[in-house]
């Protein structure tokens, strides 16, 4: 028999007592959650646009503004973000598909929000929109419970009734602006009073039709109406060139006028003082005074004249008269 193999045998290992992760474990992760939670319920971040209103238990506590905020975690505390600075629109009549630099609309046409009555009894189709933005969040979130509808009802109802005091051809024309400014004012007035916490900025009318029956017609009747404004246009053109060049023809007229009564009445007062003050000479010498007038007169009517012959009718001789104003003898003489 061939001998046995010697094996020899390995040391055992000692046993050391097995340690469990699970308890660590879970801990760890319980609290990264309970952090996590905690973190993100605790803080809120508010937009530039927007405000935070905060609730307790479901109760409004208080509106934040813009910026970084801390609330109570864990659901006590909620926030409502509101965008109080955006300037939001509804449309009547019409949708809009894609807004941007080419708004495309949707070819559905939606007769009961634009379909109306006119106060001359004519039906009218109106399309508009309203612009709109939120003061009050408090307001907007609580005391409202379907506040779009709210809003496109009394929308809707103010421009029936503003639509409904006027003729079809004062909403097409004339009164479009007036219908626009009086919308502002009456919507915001019935918003306040439900206390619905927006304000109405815009009301712009967009398309006012009549329906496809009668459409030709008062197509014919509203180019009408711009042939009636163009002429009216070109009178008042007309007129404002015209006028005036009157007006001042007529004042310069005047003026021509009374400048030359001016000149005449001072002449005549110049005539008056000059007859007084010869009347008082004439008084202190008449002969005298008597004489100069009857040489002044000789010399104003002769004074363009040259070569003058007086003819005396003592004399059987002409004599030539000449230089009157320095010769006053000779004259004297010649003319006695």
Not at 238 to 256: F, S, V
Request: no cysteine; charged share 20%; proline share 4%.
């Amino acid at each position: 028999m061939a001998d046995p193999v010697f094996t020899p045998k390995m040391p055992r290992m000692p046993k050391f007592p097995k340690i469990s992760l699970k308890g660590p474990v879970i801990f760890v992760v319980l609290a990264a959650i309970v952090v996590i939670v905690f973190l993100s319920t605790s803080f809120i971040i508010v937009d530039q646009t927007e405000n935070a209103v905060i609730t307790t238990f479901g109760k409004y506590t208080k509106t934040l503004g813009a910026g970084l905020h801390y609330k109570l975690p864990f659901g006590v505390q909620k926030a409502y973000l509101v965008q109080t600075k955006v300037i939001q629109t509804e449309t009547f009549g019409f949708r809009t598909l894609k807004a941007g630099k080419i708004t495309q609309y949707s070819d559905k046409t939606f007769p009961d929000e634009s379909t109306m009555l006119t106060g001359d009894l004519n039906i009218v189709d109106v399309e508009w929109i309203i612009q709109y933005k939120i003061v009050d969040p408090k307001a907007w979130l609580f005391n409202v419970a379907d506040r779009n509808n709210t809003i496109r009802d009394i929308s809707q109802s103010v421009i029936s009734r503003l639509v409904g005091d006027r003729t079809i051809l004062g909403v097409i024309g004339a009164d479009r602006q007036t219908i626009q400014g009086n919308a502002v004012v009456l919507m915001n007035q019935i918003f306040s009073k439900y206390g619905l916490g927006i304000e109405v900025t815009q009301v712009q009318l967009q398309n006012i039709v009549p329906p496809a029956g009668v459409q030709a017609a008062f197509e014919d009747v509203n180019k009408a109406i711009q042939d009636m404004n163009r002429l009216i246009n070109e009178g008042r053109e007309a007129y404002n060139m015209e006028i005036p060049k009157a007006k001042g023809q007529a004042d310069q007229t005047l003026e021509i006028a009374q400048g030359y009564a001016t000149e005449r009445v001072n002449m005549a007062k110049g005539d008056v003082a000059r007859f007084a003050s010869v009347l008082t000479e004439y008084r202190k010498a008449p002969d005298v005074t008597r004489r100069r007038l009857y040489y002044e007169m000789i010399d104003q009517v002769f004074a363009g004249e040259k070569d003058v012959e007086l003819i005396d009718k003592n004399f059987n001789n002409l004599l030539p008269l000449k230089n009157l104003g320095t010769t006053p003898s000779t004259t004297k003489e010649t003319a006695r």
